[in-house]
């Protein structure tokens, strides 16, 4: 990243709300379901799947994670009425992981059996490192009460996650493998891109050793090369593992994987807490200055610079 861009993703939570909202429309599908669904249509279409997200992390009160539990409900009902190729994606904090274990607990077996009903599947995303243990604790639960229709996501960046599938192995999980969008400590994270990098390939290797169906979710031209060289050497048919993109990100590339013959799903949030999820997918864009610069010009002068 350039030195402009990097000194903007430190001040982008200064930036007006209504900027960010504008330049990051891209990334999130819209505010309500019909959006979603809208979206996911187009998606299925154009030969990808998808996985649905009810933006809403780290709830305040257990009204608002039944809210997110209703809101989860809804989505299989669209899903279903509207004969969606399209999974669901969640956040523990959303279902109450910060507020009490149990409450947490009671609202993810309600999603992943209201899933399991409707032959649909859940994966639980990945937060930050405070919440990696309990996360994959609710996993093995679920998979205790022999609720299959589940995965989980595991950080390359994370020095334990080559431990976490050694330890998942005997379960055969159904893993997201990822980079890892939260800033932790050298203590416990790989620092340097190319460390992250190499761990991803390590991860990969091992999920596919344990015979994981993996989700290689990444826009690195590096890693996705890696990914596809690991499944063409083990003879994996198209089913056997799928790439993952985000809504919004590198469309040709994901165009490209589609017409190679790849599955491939796209992360499709949408909802009325769009703030913090664009606030990360903005930090990660390596050309964020430019937008802002050319959002900010087009308010000044007009959207043609008049
Ligand atoms: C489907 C999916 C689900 C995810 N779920 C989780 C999760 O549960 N937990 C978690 O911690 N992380 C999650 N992530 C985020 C992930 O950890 C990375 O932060 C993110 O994917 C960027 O890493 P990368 O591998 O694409 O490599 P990068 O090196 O960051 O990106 C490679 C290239 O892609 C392009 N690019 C990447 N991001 C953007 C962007 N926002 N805008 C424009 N261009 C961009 C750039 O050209 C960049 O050079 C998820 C990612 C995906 C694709």
Redesign the pocket.
């Known amino acids: 990243m350039a030195m402009l861009d990097r000194a903007l993703v430190r001040v982008l939570p200064a930036v007006p709300r209504s900027v960010v909202r504008r330049i990051s429309n891209r ?1 999130i599908a819209g505010t309500t379901l019909a959006d979603a669904v809208r979206v996911v249509k187009q998606l299925n279409a154009d030969g990808k799947t998808a ?1 649905v997200d009810v933006l809403g992390e780290e709830t305040r009160t257990r009204r608002e994670t039944l809210d997110i539990v209703r809101a989860y409900h809804d989505v299989f009902e669209a899903i279903e009425r509207e004969r969606l190729d399209s999974n669901v994606s969640i956040k523990l904090t959303a279902l109450g992981l910060n507020l009490a274990y149990e409450l947490c607990r009671a609202n993810l077996f309600k999603v992943v059996r209201h899933a399991a009903e409707s032959g649909n599947f859940v994966r639980i ?3 930050d490192s405070s919440t990696t243990s309990e996360t994959l604790e609710l996993y093995r639960e679920l998979r205790d009460e022999g609720l299959d229709n589940v995965g989980v ?1 595991l ?1 390359a960046a994370l020095r334990r996650s080559i431990r976490d599938i050694h330890a998942l192995a005997p379960l055969r999980p159904n893993v ?1 493998l ?5 800033v932790e400590p050298p203590l416990i994270a790989y620092q340097e891109f190319e460390e992250v990098q190499q761990n991803f390939v390590r991860c990969l290797h091992e999920l596919l050793e344990a015979g994981s169906y993996t989700a290689i ?4 031209e590096l ?1 996705l090369a890696e990914g596809k060289r690991l499944v063409a050497e083990r003879g994996l048919a198209r089913e056997e593992y799928e790439f ?3 809504l ?3 469309e040709l590339v994901a165009n490209r994987l589609v017409r190679d013959g790849h599955r491939l ?1 796209i ?1 499709v949030p949408y909802g009325e807490h769009w703030y913090r999820y664009s606030l990360r ?2 930090q ?3 050309k964020i200055a430019g937008y802002v610069a050319s959002d900010t010009l087009n308010r000044l002068f007009g959207a043609n610079g008049r």
């Open positions: 990334y996985t995303d990945m937060e996501v950080q997201r990822v980079k890892g969008i939260y979710a990444t826009h690195d890693l993952q993109m985000l919004g990100v590198r799903r992360y997918r903005l990660e864009n390596p």
